[in-house]
Each structure stands twice: as C-alpha cells, then as structure tokens.
C-alpha cells in the first residue's frame, strides 16, 4: 500500500513538474510582435508534435528502468526533470531559428 502512495506521490510531482515547464514554455510566442504570434503558435505546436514521440519513448524507457529496478523513484524524477529541460529548450532553440527565417 505504501508503494501505491508512493507512486502516486511521484506520479503527481512529475505532472506537476512537467506542467510547470510546459506552462514555462508556451509563452515564448509572446515575445514576438501581435502579427507573427499566431504563426510562431503554429510553429510551436509543430515543433511539440514532431518531438511527442521522442518524449513518449524516453518516457516508457524511463518507466522500464524503474520497474526493473535500476533506478529509484528520486532518480527517475531528477532524469525526467532534465530530459524535459532539455528538449524544451531545443524546441525553444528551433522556434527562434524558424522565427528568424519567417
């Protein structure tokens, strides 16, 4: 039983963490004038969809080293927290370089 809450404590810090990053990341359409704000938002949504299974890949391999046992519940939070980091500043990085260009 205390394993259930304890996933469920980690499964809830995670959506957090990535809510708040996702949160974090979708204004960056903000910084661009009225008029270009509405392509940089189709751009952005592109850019998350072209990465999606990426992500959902390293989320399954993430979850499969977990339940094997090769990393604790602190890791495989501290390792998604990075990995979301990461790719969203990729994304970010491609948003400006596909903005420039427009």
């Known amino acids: 039983m ?10 809830i810090m995670a959506a957090t963490v990535v809510a708040s ?3 974090a990341a979708d204004p960056p359409c903000d910084k661009y004038p009225p008029a270009k704000q509405s ?3 189709d751009i952005w949504k592109e850019l998350n969809e072209q990465d999606g299974p990426i992500i ?4 399954l391999d993430q979850q499969k080293r977990r339940e094997e ?4 519940a602190r890791r ?8 979301i980091k990461q790719s969203t500043e ?13």
Do not use: P, Y
Request: proline residues 0%; contains cysteine; hydrophobic residues 40%.
């Open 2 to 11: 205390s394993r259930s809450w304890g996933n469920l404590t980690m499964l």
């Open 21 to 23: 990053v996702a949160s």
């Open 39 to 41: 392509r940089c938002a």
């Open 56 to 59: 959902a890949q390293f989320g």
């Open 69 to 72: 046992g090769k990393i604790d």
């Open 76 to 83: 495989h939070l501290a390792e998604n927290m990075a990995f």
């Open 90 to 102: 990729k994304r970010l990085e491609r948003l400006k370089e596909r903005m420039a260009r427009e």
